[in-house]
């Protein structure tokens, strides 16, 4: 019997749902999004759906010996490259026109005031 109750009122749930749907216009439906965390959460704690995973070898060991073997690659690169060779011989700035005072003494009489 209780049984039979529950079920009743799923049934009258259910015909109400559908006559609130029945209301919405066809085309368009609500769509339910989940909240998400914000940005600041995220870079401070990282992504909470995979936050329980473990770190493979490659997170803790690989990436940073990746990145440490490509840097002393392109240190020793651009360390033993024949930079004489280069047609560029690289940028100088423009000489600027040396001003000469006229008068020596005019540059005393400043200092001392």
């Known amino acids: ?3 039979e109750q529950v079920d009743e009122t799923k049934k009258t749930e259910d015909a109400a749902a559908d006559a609130v749907k029945s209301e919405e216009p066809a085309g368009k439906r609500k769509v339910s999004r989940k909240d998400l ?3 600041g959460y995220l870079l401070a704690h990282g992504d909470p759906a995979t936050a329980h ?3 493979t070898w490659g997170q803790i060991w690989g990436f940073p010996l990746v ?3 490509v840097f002393f690659i ?3 690169t651009f360390h ?3 930079h004489h060779k280069s047609t560029r011989r690289g940028f100088k700035l423009p000489k600027a026109p040396v001003k000469i005072p006229v008068d020596p003494s005019s540059l ?3 200092k001392e005031l």
């Open 80 to 82: 033993y490259a024949p």
């Open 1 to 3: 019997m209780a049984q």
């Open 108 to 110: 005393k009489k400043d």
């Open 74 to 76: 392109s240190l020793l």
């Open 67 to 69: 990145v440490a073997i």
């Open 53 to 55: 995973l473990p770190k």
């Open 37 to 39: 965390p914000s940005v």
